[in-house]
């Protein structure tokens, strides 16, 4: 079982309108965590990121964050065509290493 | 500012050949990481670095070789190189907070090995 879980995609969203991603991890002792976005070809870019239980907000991203069911979400608000990108969840594992989940493509369509 | 910049950005090998991946970064970050992308598997952890003279493994460290005498360097090599180790490599820094751990990554280089 991988540590941190992603849909892969791809995730196709009207322009306009709620992408929601979703990300599960193993480590129940996990403290913080990130979302990175990851332009085709570029390398990932911090969006956000979310240590305490309950909803973050950051301009149209809202990160959700529920250590119990262990998950954390990101919501991206009024997708643009530039949201079109590959969004990787990471999670700070009990043991201080940072886990990449394999990410989820998302394709925002005009 | 630089940042934290790789070289090469591309490289072609064949395999056995010995290849070093460079990582330079200009913030005096204390941390400094090696990863692979592989489609389908995210992004796994070489090898990182706390501090000059002090690295440690990762998730997948196997034909892989790290030094950092400086802190603002922190080299790859592959010393036999194999097929398997076709990949995106990336480079990151990190200030290494806790609370916040971001990491800033480098331009990525990518290695085909023939």
């Known amino acids: 079982q991988k540590e941190v879980e992603q849909n892969s995609g791809p995730l196709s969203v009207p322009e306009g309108a709620i992408a929601s991603l979703n990300c599960t991890y193993s480590d129940r002792g996990s403290q913080s965590f990130f979302w990175y976005r990851q332009y085709s070809g570029k390398s990932p870019e911090l969006i956000m990121f979310?240590?305490?239980?309950g909803d973050k907000e950051d301009g149209r991203f809202t990160a959700q964050l529920n250590k119990a069911s262990q998950y954390v979400s990101l919501l991206i608000r009024d997708s643009q065509p530039s949201d079109s990108a590959t969004y990787l969840c990471?999670?700070?594992?009990?043991?201080?290493?940072?886990?990449f989940g394999a990410g989820t493509q998302v394709v925002v369509t005009p | 500012d630089a940042g934290i910049t790789q070289s090469p950005r591309y490289k072609i090998t064949e395999t056995g050949r010995q290849v070093t991946l460079m990582c330079h970064q200009t913030w005096s970050h204390s941390y400094m990481f090696w990863y692979r992308q592989d489609l389908g598997h995210g992004l796994r952890l070489i090898y990182y670095s706390a501090a000059a003279d002090i690295t440690d493994k990762g998730e997948v460290p196997d034909g892989y070789v790290v030094s950092r005498s400086k802190t603002e360097n922190f080299p790859l090599t592959l010393e036999s190189a194999t097929r398997s180790q076709t990949s995106v490599y990336f480079c990151?820094?990190?200030?290494?907070?806790?609370?916040?751990?971001?990491?800033?990554f480098g331009p990525g280089t990518r290695l085909t090995v023939t």
């Open positions: 990151a820094s990190s200030e290494g907070d806790r609370e916040s751990y971001e990491q800033y």
């Open positions: 990471a999670v700070l594992d009990s043991w201080g290493k940072l886990q």
């Open positions: 979310i240590y305490s239980n």
